[in-house]
Structures are given as C-alpha cells and as structure tokens.
C-alpha cells in the first residue's frame, strides 16, 4: 500500500464511515490516521472503532494511526423564556450567575471562571460569533454588555471569549475518563482541545505518561499568541480553522495557518490542517475549485497531514472525499513549482548531532538522487528528523515498534515498515536494502542511504550514515 505522495490524509469516522468495511475503503482510497471524535462517541463505541481500525490494519500489513480528539470545556448559556429573545446593536445585556430563567435583558452563564477571566473591553461571542457584545462593566457575578452585533440569541448556545484567559484546565471531567479509556484502547494521538497555555500541554501529558501523543489543537487567539510554548510541549499541532474563524477575524487564520505550518516544520512538530477542507462533499460529489485550491494550498505549504472531518464521518460521499484529497496531493506534489517552496521553507537545523545527520542524510540524498531514505528508529525521533528535512527522495522507517509505526503515519512522507530490530551494523545497511527492494522504492543496483542510532535502540542518539546499493553485497560508507 505505497503511497504516492508525501502529505497524508486524516479521515473522521461517524456514522458514514463505522464499519470495517467501510473503514478498509477509505484506507485504500487514502487515509492514513482515522480521528475518533469523543463530542459524538461513547466509550464503547470507541473501542468498537479502535477494534475495525485494527482489523483494517492486520489485513493490509501497514501501520495506521488512531487519533482521539477530546470534547474539551463547552461553554454555554442558560435557558431563555421561550427558547429565544432577539437583542438590537445598543442594547444592553447581562450575563450573571442567577439560575432563574432568562429574557432580552439577561441571562444566566453558569460558568464562574468566566466571571474571574473577563475585563471591561473584552468581547463575549455567541452562537459562534453571531451576536456579539462588548464587557463595559465586569463583576465577580455580573457581566455587563453592550450588544455591538445583535440578533436571535438562543437558550444552550455556546459562548466564545478571544480576547480573555479563562482560569481552568483544558481537561473536563468527562475530557479525563474518555482520555484513560482512548489510552486503555491503545490509540496513537490524543487530540487536545480548548488550549490557552502551555502548562494545559503538560497536564494532558502527565496522565498519558508517554503512552500516546498529544497533538494541540490551536482554536484560540491566547493559544496563537504563546504558539512557541506551546510547540516546545506538544508532539504535534492542529490548526484548527472553525473555532480559530470564529475567534479571530478571518482574514486573519490563513496567515495564522502558515505560521503554524512553518512553526511545526522548524521544530520538527507534525502540523494537521483541518476544518471546511472539502466542506461541500458532504452532499456532493465533486468539491467547489475553491476547496481545492485550499487543499492544495496546505500541500504547497508543506503540511504534514489534511483532515476530513464531517465529509467522511456523515458525508454522502466519504470514499470520493477522501480520494479527491489524495488526488490534489498527488498533483501538487508532482508540480515542479512545488520542490521550490519546499525548499525554500527548510530551516536550519538545530547544533546537535542527529539533526546535523539528518540535513546531511538529506543533502547527499538529494546530491546523489538516490532511490530512498532508510531510517532506522525506535522511538520515531530519527524519522521525524528526517520528515522535517522534506528530503526528494521517499522516506522509509524501519521500526521494532508497532506503536512508533502508527505514531509516524500522520508524518510527511514516512513510510514505515514494522520489522525486527537490526542485529548489528551490516544487518541493519543489508536487511534496509531487501526492504527498499520488496517494498518498490527501489530496483536492484540503485543506491540508498541508511541513517540510524548506534548503538541500536537508543532513542533520539541519530549519528550513524551510509549509502548502500541495493541488491549488492557492498557499501560505502
């Protein structure tokens, strides 16, 4: 199951795509990680998911990524006499923490960390941004507003605050027990929602205690603004668009996208770009130019993964969602404008051993035209190296690790081959070689290069290179 381009395809799973035949469909249509969204699904019900997943996998023989994405904190508003009131531009409206039924004047907010973390001049947002009001006066249980976009405001609606730090975790009750289930299931990534600051990065990871990732789902104005501590915590990022459009004007997110997208390729982070990619396939079979144009655009700007989220969770059409994401990649990444902006975006790489292995593993590959990077790795650090260096020719890992084989499917280019682990140096250039040639990347007497940790298994201690031919008995180092 090679793929035939670089950037991979997440896929949502939901009531269109919730059977394992269905499931093997959109894998050999393209995906590469199936998410697994806890706002819609029970415990059980995940580990029914988990289970076809890993049927789907046992058949073909390739690793494939799980990822749980968390509900995170929703905040809402209380219940309105009759359902709704209509507020008018100048009205003014208050948010308090009385429980009795609201009105057109005011409303209960049944949140008190809202209360401690909004200031006068803040915007309140409801509904996703279809009424707007502006604090103009903030008490410890009174909110006072001025309505500056009016309109239906309905009881239960959510309630966006861009401008303020509310003081409570990113992890909810229910946030904590589907986490402990999704880790008990043994998926790959967990999907952080709702974050404003590192240290929400660092709870998630204390509970998960190395045995998922956490991909940060940036949604928030506060969590853009500390992206660099967040980067540095986080395994991976997600940009996701919806919440980021309802919190920020929206001609601010696509640059916000491709600052998330150069920020993940410096540091070596695996960036998701998700939201409205092919919107329209959820009712029709082709997308609109534009969406394509979207897509296109995340691939030229060198993302690691597309994510589809109700195209092929309750989509009419997810197998053809999935397979037209696959397509545009692999038409942008045969563009020959495409290498270009790839190689303009690569940063220079950081003053340690393994990544200066990595850009040379790179630059001789590219120099030499050689059929494929082979990387040997326990952990997957040395292919993310290698993935950040977006190299021309195909990246293979080479893993002892099932789990590191499903956790580098969401990273550019890798191709990863579970197999045991290497015996000495000599198993590890000759056996790469059997598994470039048996895999089709590449043909008998053309040249690999072999990057890999010495001594074997030691996590992130990348320091050994050497190019070999394959289908030969010799190898230069």
């Not at 799980?66 to 359902?83: C, F, H, M, N, W």
């Not at 960036?271 to 979207?294: G, Y």
Request: hydrophobic content about 45%; charged content about 25%; glycine content about 8%.
């Amino acid at each position: 199951m090679r793929r035939l381009r670089r950037a991979k395809i997440v896929a949502t799973l939901g009531p269109a795509s919730s059977t394992t035949e269905m499931i093997g469909k959109l894998f050999a249509a393209g995906a590469d990680v199936f998410r697994i969204n806890m706002s819609h699904t029970s415990h059980d019900r995940m580990r029914e998911l988990v289970a076809m997943i890993r049927k789907v996998e046992q058949d073909t023989g390739r690793p494939i990524g799980i990822l749980v994405d968390l509900q995170g904190p929703k905040l809402r508003l209380g219940s309105i006499a009759g359902g709704a009131v209509t507020v008018k531009n100048g009205d003014i409206f208050v948010l308090d923490q009385d429980p009795a039924i609201g009105d057109a004047t005011r409303v209960y907010l049944p949140h008190p960390e809202i209360f401690a973390g909004v200031e006068t001049g803040h915007t309140l947002l409801i509904d996703d941004g279809k009424v707007r009001l502006i604090v103009t006066q903030a008490e410890p249980k009174r909110i006072t507003t001025r309505v500056v976009v009016g309109g239906k405001l309905s009881d239960r609606k959510g309630v966006s605050l861009p401008d303020s730090t509310i003081p409570f975790s990113a992890l909810t009750t229910k946030d904590t027990s589907d986490l402990e289930a999704a880790l008990e299931t043994g998926i790959d990534w967990i999907a952080l929602s709702f974050i404003q600051r590192p240290e929400d990065i660092a709870e998630a990871k204390k509970l998960t205690r190395g045995r998922a990732l956490i991909m940060a789902k940036i949604e928030k104005p506060q969590a853009v603004h500390r992206l660099d501590e967040i980067i540095e915590l986080a395994d991976a990022l997600m940009v996701a668009r919806g919440d980021l459009g309802v919190e920020m004007p929206l001609e601010k997110v696509p640059g916000v996208q491709k600052m998330m997208t150069r920020a993940g390729r410096a540091t070596g982070k695996p960036v998701v770009v998700a939201t409205q990619m092919l919107e329209s396939m959820i009712t029709s079979p082709v997308p609109t130019r534009a969406e394509v144009s979207d897509v296109a655009t995340a691939i030229y700007e060198g993302a690691d993964a597309v994510m589809l989220s109700a195209e092929s969770a309750a989509g009419q059409f997810p197998i053809e969602a999935v397979a037209t994401m696959n397509r545009i990649a692999e038409e942008v990444e045969a563009d020959p404008l495409y290498r270009g902006i790839i190689d303009a975006q690569r940063a220079v790489p950081e003053a340690t051993g393994a990544d200066a292995i990595a850009d040379a593993a790179r630059h001789i590959a590219d120099t030499l035209d050689l059929a494929a990077v082979m990387c040997w790795t326990s952990s997957g650090s040395t292919g993310l190296r290698i993935a950040r260096e977006r190299p021309r020719p195909p990246v293979l890992t080479l893993t002892p690790n099932l789990s590191t084989g499903r956790r580098l499917a969401v990273v550019w280019g890798v191709h990863c081959v579970v197999t045991e682990d290497a015996h000495d140096q000599d198993d590890m250039v000759e056996r790469a070689c059997r598994i470039a040639f048996k895999e089709g990347f590449a043909k008998a007497g053309q040249r690999v290069i072999v990057v890999a940790g010495v001594p074997l298994g030691t996590p992130g201690a990348t320091n050994m290179l050497r190019i070999a031919y394959v289908g030969g008995d010799t190898a230069e180092d």
